[in-house]
C-alpha cells in the first residue's frame, strides 16, 4: 500500500483529475482511494487515465478526453466523478491510497507443487507469506513490462504456474544464510533470481503480445 499527498485538483464534465505532491506508480485501471478532500472529489475510485497535461474537459460530440499540450502537469490520476466543476487550483490536503493485493495463487497452490502432503503450522504459516509474496511480485513485474491484469483473476495457467513456482523457491530459500555474499575471504556470495523458466510462463523480459 502507497500513499501520496494531493497537490492539485480540478473537476470539470464529471471528471475528477487530482495530482499527487509526489512521482506514484499508480497504474490505469486499478483502484485508488481518495480521501481528506471535499465532496465529491473523496471516495474510491478506477483510474481512467494518467494524463501529463491539463485537462481541459471532455468532447461534446464523441466524449473524448481533451488535454491542453502547452501546459504540462504531472503525477496526475483521473477518474469519473459526478459534480459541479472545479476549476484547476492547489491543494494539499487530501491523500490518495493506492493498494495492491494479488491472489492469484494459494499456499495450498505452492505446497502441492512441492510435494508436501502434510505440512506443521510453522510451514503454512511461512508457505503463506511465500504465496503472498510471489503474487505480489509476479504482478508487479508483469505490470512493469506494461501488463494490464486483475489483481484477483490470474491471466492464465501459464502465470499461474510460474508464480506458483517462484512462491514455492521462496519457500525452498528458507534458512539459506549461506546464500548471502560476505567479505569473509572476498568471496563471492551467489545471486538468485528469476529462471528463464519462471521468466517464461509469467511473459516478463520479452515485448508483451496484443
Not at 29 to 56: C, H, I, R
Not at 108 to 123: M, N, R, S, V
Not at 124 to 130: E, G, I, L, W
Amino acid at each position: 500500500m502507497a500513499t501520496y499527498k494531493t497537490q492539485t485538483k480540478q473537476l470539470l464534465n464529471n471528471y475528477a483529475c487530482i495530482s499527487t505532491l509526489e512521482a506514484n506508480e499508480i497504474a490505469l485501471g486499478e483502484s485508488v482511494t481518495v480521501s481528506g478532500l471535499p465532496a465529491p472529489f473523496a471516495g474510491t475510485f478506477t483510474v481512467l487515465a494518467l494524463p501529463q497535461y491539463l485537462f481541459t474537459g471532455i468532447d461534446s460530440i464523441t466524449g473524448e478526453l481533451l488535454f491542453d499540450e502547452n501546459v504540462p502537469v504531472a503525477n496526475q490520476v483521473l477518474y469519473a466523478c459526478t459534480g459541479t466543476s472545479v476549476e484547476f487550483v492547489v491543494d494539499y490536503s487530501g491523500t490518495v491510497t493506492y493498494t495492491q493485493t494479488c491472489s492469484w495463487i494459494t499456499a495450498a497452490q505452492i505446497l502441492t507443487w512441492l510435494g508436501i502432503a502434510t505440512a506443521t503450522a510453522d510451514d503454512t504459516t511461512f508457505v503463506t507469506q511465500c504465496a503472498s509474496a510471489a503474487n505480489n511480485f509476479i504482478y508487479r513485474r508483469r505490470q512493469e513490462c506494461g501488463y494490464n491484469d486483475s489483481l484477483t483473476t490470474s491471466p492464465g495457467g501459464d502465470v499461474t504456474l510460474g508464480t506458483i513456482m517462484y512462491g514455492g523457491a521462496l519457500y525452498r530459500q528458507r534458512g539459506g544464510i549461506s546464500d548471502f555474499a560476505s567479505f569473509d575471504g572476498m568471496s563471492q556470495g551467489s545471486t538468485n533470481g528469476l529462471s528463464p523458466l519462471v521468466k517464461q510462463l509469467i511473459g516478463v523480459d520479452r515485448p508483451q503480445v496484443a
